[in-house]
């Protein structure tokens, strides 16, 4: 069942590709039209209410680990278009041959600011969209994402590259969120709201903490 965050921002059933992580994706209905889908489901469990809301125009993955069997079917059931970091485009290509890649900041025809985030992944991207009542949605995937006690954590596995994720990390500092949404989410919360007087910074440089920095 999805989970109503703002009156344009629903988040999908949490679903476990593997033992001890809980992973969510975040559908984006924006009043101009063509919804987006941030990250990736495990199932399609939650694809009829998709589909009652609008469906999928625009399909987004932070990272490489989200391309799984159902980008293919949100594809074809919904005529999605994938759009992905071009640092692993080798992976994700895997599920979508044509997809649109990314290497740039920039905010591009959907409304959507894409932020190259690498790190985590070399492809690894955060999104920022201007939602409603002008608030603004951050969409961090695995390279910052809160632990099970609640504080914030950076997505430094054994195959990434610590450097890039503190540079990363920093960027993300400097932005002003009001809603963060990771795609990891070991307490099985992926999506935070944030308010006022929050340090967001002092926030995201805990994270960094945990890289030596």
């Known amino acids: 069942m999805l989970k109503k965050i703002r009156e344009d921002l629903w988040e999908t059933r949490g679903e476990s590709p593997f033992p001890g992580l809980t992973t969510h994706a975040y559908l984006w209905t924006p009043p101009s039209g063509g919804n987006v889908l941030f990250y990736s489901t495990v199932t399609d469990a939650d694809f009829d209410e998709i589909e009652r ?3 999928v125009a625009h ?12 980008v293919r079917e949100i594809a074809r059931r919904f005529g999605a278009r994938l759009h ?7 992976r994700i290509a895997n599920v979508a041959e044509d997809g649109v890649w990314l ?3 920039q905010v591009d ?3 959507v600011e894409v932020i190259p985030t690498p790190g985590h992944t070399p492809g690894s991207t955060c999104y920022l969209v201007s939602g409603a ?5 951050l969409f961090t995937g695995d390279t910052l994402y809160t ?3 609640g504080t914030w954590a950076a997505g430094n596995l054994p195959f ?6 503190a540079n990363s990390l920093e960027l993300i500092a400097s932005l002003r969120p009001d809603v963060v949404a990771s795609s990891a989410a070991p307490g099985g919360v992926g999506a935070h709201d944030l308010h006022d007087g929050d340090d967001w910074a002092g926030r995201v440089r805990g994270a960094l903490s945990s890289l030596g920095r």
């Open 160 to 165: 990434s590259d610590p450097d890039a994720l």
């Open 53 to 55: 809301l609008g469906g």
């Open 84 to 90: 992905a970091g071009r640092g692993d485009a080798k």
């Open 103 to 105: 290497d740039r900041r």
């Open 133 to 137: 009542r002008g608030e603004r949605y």
């Open 59 to 70: 399909q987004y993955l932070s990272h490489h680990d989200e391309a799984g069997p159902m």
């Open 109 to 111: 025809e959907n409304g």
């Open 147 to 149: 632990e099970r006690d």
